[in-house]
C-alpha cells in the first residue's frame, strides 16, 4: 500500500525540513546557522517556511510577534515518499535496478554487495517473503 502523496518540494525548502528534522522545534534565526553556505537571509528562510507551511510540512507555537516552527511530516514518511518517486521514476519501480545501479556507480566490491544484502534482509522483517528473493530479482517492491 503506498504512503502519503506529498507536494514537491525545492532543495532549499528539502534544507530547511532537514534542520527542522535533526534539531527539533526552532526560531527561523536558529534554522539559517545550521543551512550550507552561502546561507540565505533570514527573510528568505522566514518565507521559505512559510511556504512550507502551506504544504503543510512545518507548524508553528506563537510567542508574541515570533514563532517557533516545527515539523508536521516526520523525515521517515517523506524519506519513504521520495524513495518511491526515485523508484517509479528511474527504476521503474525496481529496489534491485537501483542497488544496481549503486553498485556500479560506487563499484562496490562483493563484500559490499553482501553487506548491503544482509542489511536489506534484516530490515524487512514485515516482509519475509522479500528477504529471500534474490538480489537481481525485479520483482522487488518500492520500500
Not at 534482509?121 to 518500492?142: E, F, L, V, Y
Amino acid at each position: 500500500m503506498p504512503g502519503p502523496a506529498f507536494p514537491e518540494l525545492t532543495r532549499a525548502e528539502e534544507q530547511v525540513m532537514q534542520v527542522l528534522w535533526q534539531h527539533g522545534p526552532a526560531f527561523v534565526k536558529d534554522v539559517v546557522p545550521q543551512l550550507p553556505e552561502p546561507r540565505p537571509a533570514v527573510t528568505t528562510v522566514s518565507t521559505i517556511i512559510r511556504i512550507l507551511a502551506q504544504k503543510g510540512f512545518v507548524g508553528h507555537e506563537a510567542f508574541g510577534r515570533t514563532h517557533r516552527y516545527h515539523a508536521l511530516v516526520a523525515r521517515d514518511e517523506y524519506r519513504r515518499f521520495s524513495l518511491g518517486k526515485l523508484l517509479g521514476g528511474y527504476f521503474g519501480g525496481s529496489f534491485s535496478r537501483l542497488v544496481s545501479f549503486f553498485a556500479q556507480e560506487e563499484n562496490l566490491d562483493a563484500a559490499q554487495l553482501e553487506e548491503l544484502l544482509r542489511h536489506a534482509q534484516t530490515s524487512t522483517p514485515n516482509n519475509p517473503s522479500d528477504a529471500d528473493a534474490p538480489a537481481a530479482s525485479d520483482h522487488d517492491q518500492p520500500a
